[in-house]
């Protein structure tokens, strides 16, 4: 069975930077994926990667945001950099084909 396990949120000023990371423990599907939940707003999707490296990303975070997957260590990263009091959010990995979520880690941009 697949777990998740997110890591890395926190507080950060405005223009900031934070690497969020997602453990991996069993065998996920070909494809992973981040999303992030702002309150009060439905869950959304924010970027994926597939296991031979294709990206995709929402226009909101493209340009800012890189995902990576180390497939020796099993872990999921999402690097975030310049980021925006939006981005606020809980941030959460997900397993699409599988339907499986982590706990989700808390990313807050405020000054």
């Known amino acids: 069975q697949v777990q998740l396990v997110e890591s890395g949120g926190g507080l950060v000023p405005p223009g900031g930077s934070l690497r969020l990371s997602c453990a991996i423990s069993?065998?996920?599907?070909?494809?992973m994926s981040w999303y992030r939940q702002a309150p009060g707003q439905q869950r959304e999707y924010i970027a994926g990667i597939s296991t031979v490296g294709t990206t995709g990303y929402s226009r909101p975070v493209k340009g800012r945001f890189t995902i990576s997957w180390d497939a020796a260590s099993n872990e999921l990263y999402l690097e975030m950099v310049n980021l925006k009091p939006e981005d606020t959010a809980v941030y959460y990995c997900h397993d699409i084909k599988l339907n499986v979520w982590g706990q989700g880690t808390q990313v807050t941009v405020s000054s």
């Open positions: 069993g065998s996920t599907s070909n494809y």
